[in-house]
């Protein structure tokens, strides 16, 4: 775990964690596909702990891209099936085929976000996307 958040991301993530109530948790699922997220909008209220379910029901894998939401959400973990990282500051997640993976976070910074698959020209095959953060 980093000492100090890196540039651009919320200085106070930990503190927003912490504070959260997590037992008010919402879900949203977001499946990853050749070339498309599903939904193609993502919609989280401020300050609202969610679960994001990014399952890949695609044949090759897939990233979940948006360095802007990155910064604008404090994360409590990321959890796969290869274990957990606590306190992420993340740039990418990548999803296997096949896989799951679940971010926990609190939506912080309204805003509107882009959202792509990094992957040599998926993004040129439509698989972009919206986050809002209301």
Same mark, same amino acid.
């Given at each position: ?21 997590? /037992? ?41 891209? /948006?360095?802007?939401?990155? #910064?604008? =959400?404090?994360?409590? #973990? ?14 990418? =997640?990548?999803?296997? /085929?096949?896989?799951? #993976? ?7 910074? #309204? ?6 698959? /990094? ?13 809002? =953060?209301?």
């Amino acid at each position: 775990m980093l000492s100090e958040p890196p540039a651009g991301y919320l200085q106070d993530a930990g503190a927003r964690v912490a504070a959260a109530d997590w /037992s008010e948790t919402e879900t949203v699922a977001l499946e990853l596909s050749e070339f498309q997220f599903q939904p193609a909008a993502l919609v989280f209220r401020e300050g609202v702990p969610t679960r994001l379910t990014l399952r890949n029901v695609g044949d090759r894998s897939h990233t979940f891209v /948006s360095e802007e939401f990155f #910064k604008a =959400i404090a994360a409590q #973990k990321l959890v796969s099936a290869d274990g957990e990282v606590g306190n992420p500051y993340l740039e990418t =997640i990548e999803v296997r /085929s096949g896989e799951e #993976k679940q971010l926990y976070f609190v939506p912080v910074t #309204k805003g509107s976000y882009p959202l792509e698959c /990094s992957f040599l020209l998926h993004d040129v095959f439509g698989m972009e996307g919206l986050i809002i =953060i209301e």
